[in-house]
């Protein structure tokens, strides 16, 4: 059975109404988006209805995903993918799932990822980053000195461990809009790297 076809469950714009609506700035990066990924991502039509709202995440989401970073852009990705099966969040399991098979070469990695990480034979810098992604998700408020610590006793810097943290944190923040409003993931992610 075929995923529900809508972007998301509420209005998205037409193309017609992208043309309007968005600066030159964002129209440009969702054409840079569809000659480079064959695809505009679901993520980018639905935050387009509030042009503004659709800056500020392509902004974050760039830094986080795409900036300096002591980490990888996989280790980025598997902290999406475990932070969204945590949540539950279709759309990111999805799309992040799909990165991860792709930058890993690995699609048993990203299977492993999307339903339960500690099956994996994960290097321990994973294994730590992971469940602190988990934690952070699940318990937040649990958090506490010895679960930085074991982010440092794996070789993460200071700077390393805020990148997680900020990461898992805009994770579970997208996750929640994405289920509100049932985003859907481009269906063209399913296949993917594979």
């Known amino acids: 059975m075929p995923q529900p076809s809508h972007v998301m469950a509420l209005k998205t714009p037409t193309e ?3 043309d309007a609506t968005l600066d030159e700035g964002m ?3 969702l054409k840079v988006c569809q000659e480079k990924l064959g695809i505009v991502p679901n993520v980018l039509l639905s935050y387009a209805s509030r042009p503004e709202k659709l800056k500020t995440f392509v902004a974050t989401y760039n830094e986080l995903m795409l900036g300096e970073s002591g980490l990888s852009k996989l280790e980025r990705e598997m902290i999406a993918v475990v932070v969204s099966s945590t949540n539950h969040c279709f759309y990111c399991v999805v799309a992040h799932g799909q990165a991860v098979r792709e930058l890993s070469g690995d699609p048993e990695l990203g299977e492993m990822l999307a339903i339960n990480y500690r ?4 290097e321990p810098r994973h294994r730590a980053m992971l469940d602190f ?3 952070m998700t699940a318990t937040p408020s649990l958090i506490d000195q010895k679960d930085r610590q074991a982010l440092r006793d794996s070789g993460f810097t200071d700077d390393d461990i805020f990148d997680i943290a900020d990461t898992a944190g805009f994770y579970n923040m997208s996750n929640r809009v994405a289920t509100a409003v049932d985003m859907m993931p481009n269906p063209e992610y399913h296949g993917r790297s594979r």
């Open 16 to 18: 017609e109404e992208l």
């Open 27 to 29: 129209k440009k990066y």
């Open 119 to 122: 099956v994996a034979e994960l």
């Open 133 to 135: 992604a988990y934690k």
